[in-house]
């Protein structure tokens, strides 16, 4: 299996290497984290939350799912989401979509995937929503819009969670942003702030 033989020697040689270049790097990192970004984006392969900001281990924590979604009732999420805000008491949520989204084209499509259709249907509502907008595009544009559209709508359902809200109560100082990725150049755009 020499596909997975290569991570392993991959892993190696970024350990000695980033050792060799800060020697207390992972001794420092063992003992704590203190992150002062929330990344919320796609499972795509192609959008690595660290590397596209250029951040190191320790800088960034990361909730990744397909298609960057915040549901109401997903633990998962909502798990990430309390333990960044109460406990390690992040400055900034970042959700991060990106255009070219397979999770928003299958959205707009019949065909059925299976059980992620389930998951898909919260997008099928983002686009029912903006029926009329949507309606105007076709394509790749009417792809990318939804794919803007749903990044807007998953941030401001982390605004709508009891646990942002609790912490504004509380007087704890977070931002919420809307960014959108682009496979195209590798480049990202500011969507929106605090929506
Ligand atoms: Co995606």
Request: charged fraction near 20%; include cysteine; glycine fraction near 6%.
């Amino acid at each position: 299996m020499p596909e997975i033989q290569r991570l392993l020697d991959n892993n190696i040689q970024w350990a000695d290497a980033t050792m060799a270049r800060d020697p207390e790097f992972f001794d420092t990192l063992s003992k704590q984290q203190s992150p002062m970004y929330l990344w919320i984006g796609c499972s795509d392969s192609r959008v690595p939350a660290n590397q596209i900001v250029d951040l190191l281990p320790g800088d960034i924590f990361v909730h990744r799912n397909v298609a960057n979604l915040v549901v109401h009732t997903d633990f998962n999420c909502l798990s990430v989401l309390q333990y960044a805000v109460d406990v390690l008491q992040v400055k900034h949520i970042i959700v991060c979509g990106h255009y070219g989204c397979g999770g928003i084209d299958a959205a707009l499509g019949d065909e059925s995937l299976g059980l992620i259709d389930n998951w898909l249907a919260h997008i099928k509502d983002i686009a029912a929503l903006h029926h009329d907008e949507l309606a105007e595009l076709s394509g790749e544009a009417k792809t990318s819009r939804l794919c803007e559209l749903n990044v807007m709508t998953q941030a401001k359902n982390v605004a709508k969670s009891s646990i942002y809200k609790d912490a504004i109560q509380r007087g704890q100082a977070i931002k919420i942003h809307s960014w959108i990725y682009s496979l195209r150049n590798g480049k990202l755009k500011n969507l929106a702030e605090n929506i």
